[in-house]
């Protein structure tokens, strides 16, 4: 029975994906959208029922579907994992999915190809499940590849236009050099332990001696996938590009699906960290490194959805900062918070620019409250979440881990506490210039302004309500979240009463985000300040502004020699090659030219050149003898 609940947890998406590939285009698009809605919304309904039995017995579900390789000593199954960690991420996948899916029926009503669409959609989910549950590193890198095809597809799902395929490249080729990294770790743990399941490894670390070199080598590969899979420096410049897909990809994307597989990969991984605290080390400074690297562009994007993409990759050096001082439980805490509130963040930017027929540059917005109220107190309850806010999620989880920053290393805390401030600055900063003071659109878009469509705007309510209760699942004192993941997680600190310690550290943030609040509203409400055009932006500010030249960098270092590689071997070296192999068949074909002159048809000659020949042979048989 289990068994079968599990397969159709999984496989709904699944099927999803084949009615609307092979069925699609011949039913109208509200099935289309309906039946990919409805899959994912099984597996959310299935997600809860593993979740329900779960936190009743606290046992977790080990299913192995048939053994897949024997090779030598090492076995392995293909097998599904159902505990405490992979339910926990299924409910916001599959529920958050689901909104999004709902959401798109709407949003992508007018597109020709919607039942492609769908059928992306369902088999990114898929393939996200597909990671999450898997019981060892190999089904999970099925599940790590396939999230990356899936984004690629979507990346790039307006294909019509170059610079979408062109960021849909970039996001699948800067995730194959994190992966790599995570296939060599694999590769190296699978000889250690002469297996890859999750709790087999774990008991062969915590009952034997493994090598440590090795050990800190595999868990830095793993942590390089990561990177990669979660856009952290210096593999992070791909997810601000992936906003060429549709608002809905961006949302799945960012919230729910592809940017949490490297925090799910470390903190399932957690037994192997902690006994690598030189990559921990790593880890911590280089998500404390992207979150104010991030924060800082953040300040200056005028396109909405890079905004919120560069957001996103702060929040998430947020969550690895947590991951490498060990705090694991913080770091998911905050992932399912983001989740809320980023995906309605990216929903009701979506909103936005469904309501101006494809606007995305706040400098043309202003004044959209009146005409799209539910959007806009959906987005300022999220933003005041994700700014840390009391007493919204973000502010809960976000505390928690500028908590554990603080009693493990001051200048991480520090450097964390500037990455919030900016964060409260640039998101009020979106919200004033959407939203406040005079439309600075064209007039036919000021006439044609109206909130969206109610399969819109209720998955942005429900968003909204998640991203203001949200915090309430580990709340100080109780601590939900933290008992929950106990038998799986090992934390290195203590849980957070609230003593004086603690509440001056919860007044010290929220103080910087009431700065940050304030500072953007001097400067955008009182000032009325209007960010300037791309040509006049000069000085620092234009360095912020193109992203410190890191793509430009890229693009010197890497992909002009390549490309000059390439142009080499296909102007010189190719033809060159060419030449000597073709020079072969003109020597065999002078060879056959003169060659067939010898046929001439003649019995005589043919009878000479016989005598000849016979006589050679007697004649070398008689020297031989």
Not at 226 to 251: E, H, R
Not at 563 to 585: D, I, Y
Request: aromatic share 14%; glycine share 8%; proline share 3%.
């Amino acid at each position: 029975m289990e068994t079968n609940l599990a397969l159709l947890l999984l496989l709904s998406p699944f099927v999803g994906f084949l009615f609307n590939v092979f069925f699609g285009k011949k039913v109208s698009k509200g099935i289309s959208g309906a039946i990919g809605t409805l899959t994912v919304l099984v597996s959310f309904l299935m997600s809860i029922c593993f979740f329900a039995q779960l936190n009743q017995d606290g046992k977790p579900f080990e299913i192995t579907l048939f053994d897949w390789i024997s090779v030598h000593n090492f076995k392995l199954s293909f097998g599904l994992l159902l505990d405490q960690l992979s339910l926990l991420w299924l409910l916001f996948v599959t529920g958050i999915g689901s909104l999004i899916h709902l959401y798109s029926i709407s949003y992508m009503h007018d597109d020709e190809n919607i039942h492609k669409f769908f059928a992306y959609l369902n088999l990114f989910v898929f393939f996200m499940i597909t990671l999450v549950i898997g019981s060892n590193l190999l089904v999970m890198f099925i599940g790590w590849e396939g999230v990356g095809l899936c984004s690629y597809l979507l990346i790039g799902f307006w294909y019509k236009n170059q610079s979408y395929n062109d960021a849909a490249k970039k996001a699948f080729i800067m995730n194959r050099i994190g992966d790599l990294g995570f296939l060599i770790g694999i590769f190296i743990l699978g000889s250690l332990f002469s297996t890859l399941n999750f709790v087999e490894m774990k008991q062969a670390l915590t009952t034997g001696n493994a090598d440590t070199a090795l050990l800190t080598v595999a868990a830095l590969c793993l942590f390089i996938g990561a990177c990669g899979k979660s856009a952290q420096l210096p593999l992070y410049t791909w997810l601000p590009d992936a906003m060429a897909g549709p608002t809905p990809v961006s949302a799945l994307i960012h919230a729910a699906t592809m940017v949490t597989a490297g925090i799910f990969m470390v903190t399932r991984m957690n037994f192997l960290f902690d006994l690598t605290p030189f990559v921990q080390n790593i880890i911590a400074i280089v998500g404390a490194s992207t979150a104010l690297v991030a924060a800082s562009i953040g300040l200056l994007q005028n396109d909405i959805k890079k905004v919120l993409a560069y957001s996103t990759v702060s929040q998430l050096g947020l969550m690895f900062l947590a991951l490498g001082l060990g705090a694991y439980n913080v770091a998911v805490f905050h992932v399912i918070t983001h989740a809320f509130f980023k995906a309605c963040l990216f929903l009701g930017s979506g909103s936005v620019i469904h309501g101006l027929h494809g606007e995305q540059d706040m400098r043309k917005m202003g004044g959209l409250r009146k005409a799209m109220p539910i959007t806009f107190w959906t987005m300022m309850i999220s933003t005041l979440a994700i700014a840390g806010i009391f007493p919204f999620a973000g502010f809960w989880s976000k505390d928690e881990i500028l908590m554990v920053a603080f009693e493990h290393n001051k200048v991480l805390w520090v450097v964390a506490s500037i990455a919030s401030i900016m964060t409260a600055f640039y998101m009020f900063r979106l919200m004033y210039l959407t939203f406040f003071k005079d439309f600075r659109g064209t007039e036919e878009q000021k006439h044609h302004l109206h909130e969206s469509p109610s399969l819109i705007t209720i998955p942005l309510i429900i968003l909204a309500i998640l991203a203001f209760v949200g915090g309430a699942i580990n709340l100080p004192g109780s601590n939900w979240l933290n008992h929950f993941l106990e038998p799986i997680l090992a934390t290195k600190h203590e849980e957070h009463a609230l003593g004086t310690h603690e509440y001056m550290l919860m007044g010290i943030a929220l103080a910087g985000a009431v700065f940050g609040i304030l500072w953007a509203y001097a400067k955008y409400i009182k000032q009325a300040f209007v960010p300037k055009e791309d040509a006049e932006i000069v000085g620092v500010s234009n360095i912020i502004y193109n992203k410190y030249y890191v793509d430009e960098f890229y693009t010197f270092l890497i992909v002009r020699p390549l490309n000059s590689l390439s142009n080499f071997f296909r102007t010189t070296l190719e033809p060159a090659l060419g030449k000597v192999v073709f020079s072969f068949g003109t020597v065999a074909n002078g060879i056959g030219t003169q060659g067939k002159k010898l046929q001439t048809g003649s019995i005589g000659l043919y009878l000479f050149a016989f005598v000849i020949g016979v006589g050679a042979i007697i004649t070398y048989l008689f020297i031989a003898k």
